[in-house]
């Protein structure tokens, strides 16, 4: 995809999305909802896709159980209603669904990026299941959040396309730590501290080592970081045999002053990944992206 066909933020599509049930289907929602999670498992979605889908489905399918008069064995189709899910989601918004407390209260108001993926959300499971209702989808005027599916198109981008005069390297892994930052919901900074030892992608399923424990890797975040791994041996390769194993590395040689330090011998500084970041994305999208756009709603 080049730079002239990407289409905007706002105006992605999940395509890869199909209608495989019908309102003829007799089963309840909650079931629905079940094969609709599994049928994102055998497409081998991205977790954080997986992830947030579950937790908001699930969501609304609480919010309409807990309204007096809802038979538990909830129809899709009843539950897709337009009423229920505008009730739904105007609760979601006054904070009313929340589970756990956040730095501005319990009671605080959702964040818009959230109602947004929780519409992205409806609509996605609407077409999964044949309901004919669908909701507006208010457009990202930011860029500062986005829905999983839109993160994976943008990683996908930054993983295949390089622009003219860039250093492959350093592409290579920012399209890794951009991976990452979305699979795992950290920060660059959080991130940036990483070493090869925190990755077991021999592990089955792969995963990465965090400090609150294991998470599993998805297939194209795992194929982005061996592209990174087998650039940084390129790198290292001059250390003979005395390599820290820092996971980011300098992809060049610094200031005159770090001359005679070889890049693989040194920790990628937090500065310099968010500056390759940048030039990254203006390069292949010509718009800003920041790194903290990828990690999926909350």
Do not use: C
């Amino acid at each position: 995809m080049n730079r002239t066909t990407y289409p905007s933020i706002a105006s992605m599509r999940h395509d890869r999305h199909k209608p495989l049930r019908t309102l003829a289907d007799v089963t309840t929602a909650s079931d629905d909802i079940s094969a609709f999670l599994e049928h994102l498992r055998e497409e081998d979605y991205a977790l954080a896709t997986q992830r947030v889908r579950r937790r908001f489905l699930t969501e609304y399918l609480e919010h309409a159980l807990s309204t007096d008069g809802t038979p538990t064995a909830l129809s899709s189709a009843a539950l897709m209603e337009l009423p229920r899910a505008e009730a739904w989601l105007a609760d979601a918004k006054a904070g009313r669904t929340r589970r756990r407390n956040t730095l501005r209260g319990p009671d605080a108001p959702s964040a818009g990026a959230s109602d947004r993926v929780r519409i992205i959300t409806y609509n996605i499971f609407a077409e999964f299941v044949g309901t004919p209702w669908r909701l507006e989808v208010p457009p990202n005027t930011t860029g500062e959040h986005l829905d999983p599916d839109e993160a994976q198109r943008l990683l996908h981008t930054l993983a295949v396309q390089r622009p003219t005069g860039a250093n492959a390297a350093t592409s290579i892994r920012t399209a890794a730590l951009a991976a990452l930052v979305a699979a795992t919901g950290r920060t660059i900074s959080e991130l940036a501290a990483l070493d090869v030892a925190d990755l077991q992608l021999d592990h089955r399923p792969p995963r990465i080592l965090l400090d609150d424990g294991p998470l599993p890797l998805d297939t194209e975040t795992l194929r982005t970081i061996r592209r990174w791994l087998r650039q940084r041996a390129g790198i290292t390769s001059s250390l003979e045999g005395t390599d820290p194993g820092y996971l980011w590395v300098p992809t060049k040689t610094g200031r005159p002053i770090d001359d005679q330090v070889p890049p693989g011998a040194r920790r990628a500084a937090v500065r310099t990944l968010h500056d390759a970041h940048r030039r990254l994305v203006l390069g292949i999208l010509g718009t800003p992206i920041r790194p903290g756009a990828l990690r999926h709603a909350r």
